[in-house]
């Protein structure tokens, strides 16, 4: 069973601050790492993707991939309120069923709070 | 990145109907969508992938006959839900890759309702 284990949280910082949320998996020949923000009630939002090994940085956030130990994070810097949301990690890993090899496995999310 | 769209955003229906959601990629031929399945304070469940031209692939403990999903175009794929019960009760959403390499580009999603 292929799994992407998340802390559930919730995980409250406040504004300004460093916010740090990590992700592992369980699939050793997973290449693609994802990580997704969801508001309350509304679909996933591609934030970071990350392939190779080291860091990625894109603004305010910087995806960390550490492929022997299995482990993504995601750090997101000067933490807004606007930051509070959910936040998925997602792994690409080949289908149970045999078909797309796109297909992203999801941990359950971290909710992270970011307090004014 | 992609551009998705889904309809309806919401639907409330009787036990026992069936709902057909549309899920439309508007700046890409897509090939492939694929379709979720969010339960309450649960992380995303790919139902099944979306292929243009021929039958979707199913994940595993999805009931294909219940779920029916046609990609009859390289912009538009429907999924139908069949004979509805609370149980089917979800947030249901769609992606695409787009022309990224397997990033996947959501739909808002269409929250389902059985009463």
């Known amino acids: 069973q292929k799994e992407v284990e998340q802390n559930s949280g919730p995980l409250s910082v406040p504004e300004g601050a460093i916010a740090s949320l990590n992700c592992t998996y369980s699939?050793?020949?997973?290449?693609?790492f994802f990580w997704y923000r969801q508001y309350s009630g509304k679909s996933p939002e591609l934030i970071m993707s990350?392939?190779?090994?080291g860091d990625k940085e894109d603004g305010r956030f910087t995806a960390q991939l550490n492929k022997a130990s299995q482990y993504v994070s995601l750090l997101i810097r000067d933490s807004q309120p606007s930051d509070s949301a959910t936040y998925l990690c997602?792994?690409?890993?080949?289908?149970?069923?045999?078909?797309?090899?796109?297909?992203?496995?999801f941990g359950k999310g971290t909710l992270l709070t970011v307090n004014p | 990145g992609a551009v998705v769209s889904q309809h309806p955003s919401w639907v409330i229906c009787k036990s026992g109907t069936s709902v057909k959601i549309e899920c439309r990629s508007l700046d890409f031929q897509a090939t492939t969508m694929f379709w979720y399945r969010q339960f309450p304070k649960q992380s995303l469940m790919l139902m099944a992938t979306?292929?243009?031209?021929?039958?979707?692939?199913?994940e595993q403990g999805v009931e294909k006959d219940k779920f029916l999903i046609n990609h009859a175009s390289l912009t538009l794929s429907t999924l139908t839900v069949t004979s509805a019960h609370p149980e089917d009760s979800s947030f249901y959403i769609c992606?695409?890759?787009?022309?990224?390499?397997?990033?996947?580009?959501f739909g808002p999603g269409t929250r389902l309702t059985v009463l």
């Open positions: 990350i392939y190779s090994n």
């Open positions: 699939d050793r020949v997973s290449q693609s």
């Open positions: 979306s292929n243009e031209g021929s039958k979707a692939t199913y």
């Open positions: 992606s695409t890759t787009g022309t990224g390499y397997n990033e996947q580009f």
């Open positions: 997602a792994v690409n890993g080949r289908s149970n069923s045999g078909g797309s090899n796109y297909k992203l496995t």
